[in-house]
């Protein structure tokens, strides 16, 4: 079963204990929705894999729907901004959300201040991807796998560095989860982005780096690096010969890079389900799986049960792990 399959499945046994209103909103649906155009808040800049697959989708859904869905981009406070927008406008319907699991479960604990409330201010509507992290290493590491890695880095406390896209990202708190799991001391070393982090781990300016799988497709042949492992907890189908760090001495390691969609609180609770039937339809299309492979995503329909179990399960993880290391935003 695929990594973010099994996720959601796990998640989805807390989902009976979800509040209803959490849920999904209570009030009727317009007889004539959608009547005008949607408006789909991308929280990542143009141009990213996320960004890209929002744009794959917007208009078949469209098509589906008989009305434009038209993208706007709101990135920055790793999607806060575009959180609190569409927090606070109105539930009528034409406004929804395309976020990352950070934005979702992470920012509350990173930021002292955030504008918006996960679950208050939200209706699940479906997952809608994901993009499996690596980590790799500078090919002079005397590493083959997390196993050996973890026994190198004891034998040299505070010697080995890893480098992510930046303080607060979703590759930073995974290296810190790699730490507190593998009980080792390794220095992280922020950079402005993966590919920055790539270049690094290749240049042996750290020797180790976590990054997206997209950023690293490149280079998985080049011999410039070498890959330690797949950080979910089990294989991906996008490089199903890649081990993963819980298979190869880092049991029960997980965490998987992914986004979905969400709408207002108020958003009547029969919108939510039409738009998770059309969306999670686009999702299942074999045109949209290839293209989403071919950017380095996997789709990931779910019910917005599944949606809400998941946010709830993984939000005290990342806060255990934030207060933890004590890791910050820039």
């Known amino acids: 079963m695929p990594i973010t399959r099994r996720l959601i499945l796990a998640a989805s046994l807390l989902a009976a204990a979800a509040a209803p209103a959490t849920v999904l909103a209570q009030a009727a649906a317009p007889a004539n929705w959608p009547s005008k155009p949607i408006r789909l808040v991308v929280t990542f800049p143009p141009g990213g894999s996320s960004d890209a697959a929002a744009r794959l989708v917007a208009p078949r859904l469209s098509e589906r729907l008989g009305q434009p869905v038209v993208i706007?981009?709101?990135?920055?406070?790793?999607?806060?901004?575009?959180?609190?927008?569409?927090?606070?406008?109105?539930?009528?319907?034409?406004?929804?959300v395309l976020a990352s699991a950070g934005g979702l479960t992470a920012n509350p604990s990173l930021y002292k201040q955030l504008g918006y409330d996960p679950v208050k201010d939200f209706a699940p509507v479906t997952m809608f991807g994901t993009s499996p992290f690596v980590l790799m290493a500078?090919?002079?590491?005397?590493?083959?796998?997390?196993?050996?890695?973890?026994?190198?880095?004891?034998?040299?406390?505070?010697?080995?560095?890893?480098a992510s896209g930046g303080n607060g990202t979703a590759m930073h708190l995974s290296g810190e989860l790699l730490k507190s799991m593998g009980q080792i001391n390794i220095v992280h070393i922020p950079y402005r982005g993966s590919g920055?982090?790539?270049?690094?781990?290749?240049?042996?300016?750290?020797?180790?780096?976590?990054?997206?799988?997209?950023?690293?497709?490149?280079?998985l042949k080049s011999g410039r690096i070498k890959v330690l492992g797949i950080l979910s907890k089990e294989r991906s189908a996008l490089a199903p010969d890649l081990p993963t760090l819980n298979e190869t001495g880092l049991r029960g390691f997980e965490s998987a890079g992914w986004f979905a969609i969400l709408a207002p609180a108020a958003t009547p609770a029969a919108v939510v389900q039409r738009l998770n039937a059309e969306i999670t339809t686009v999702l299942r299309s074999p045109e949209i799986r290839e293209r989403f492979a071919a950017a380095g995503l996997e789709p990931?329909?779910?019910?917005?049960?599944?949606l809400a179990a998941l946010m709830k399960s993984e939000t005290p993880k990342w806060a255990r792990v934030i207060k933890e290391s004590g890791a910050t935003v820039d």
């Not at 990931?300 to 599944?306: A, F, G, I, R």
């Open 196 to 219: 920055p982090a790539l270049t690094a781990v290749m240049a042996g300016d750290t020797q180790l780096a976590i990054a997206d799988i997209t950023t690293v497709a490149g280079q």
């Open 300 to 306: 990931l329909p779910s019910t917005p049960e599944e």
């Open 72 to 96: 706007e981009n709101k990135p920055g406070a790793g999607g806060g901004v575009g959180l609190e927008f569409v927090a606070k406008t109105p539930g009528d319907g034409y406004t929804i």
């Open 138 to 162: 500078n090919p002079s590491l005397a590493a083959a796998n997390v196993g050996d890695l973890i026994k190198l880095a004891k034998s040299q406390p505070g010697r080995l560095s890893y």
